[in-house]
């Protein structure tokens, strides 16, 4: 549901709900895990393209989980790369 003149949809890693998919589907998969200490380093493959995001340091996330990725609100760019407000 992006305002209208959308063109790019900016996420940082509090904008993304990453959690392991139910059925077996889900947009991505988990390539890897980087246990850091306090925070994890979590690198997806989706399609294509890599998405390398911070976890939950207690992430149950394992390599060859499919995951279901949503936005939390995130940040809205016009065709000039100005932000759109919500």
Known sequence: DAPAGTETIGARTE???????????????????EHLGDQSHLHLSIGDRR?????????????????TIRYR???????????IGR
């Open 15 to 33: 904008h993304l709900e990453i959690a392991k998919s139910a059925n077996g589907g889900g947009e991505g998969v988990v390539q890897r895990i």
């Open 51 to 67: 998405l390398i995001t911070l976890a939950d340091p207690d992430t149950t996330l394992i390599k060859g989980d499919r995951v």
């Open 73 to 83: 609100d995130p940040l809205y760019f016009d065709a000039k790369g100005e932000r």
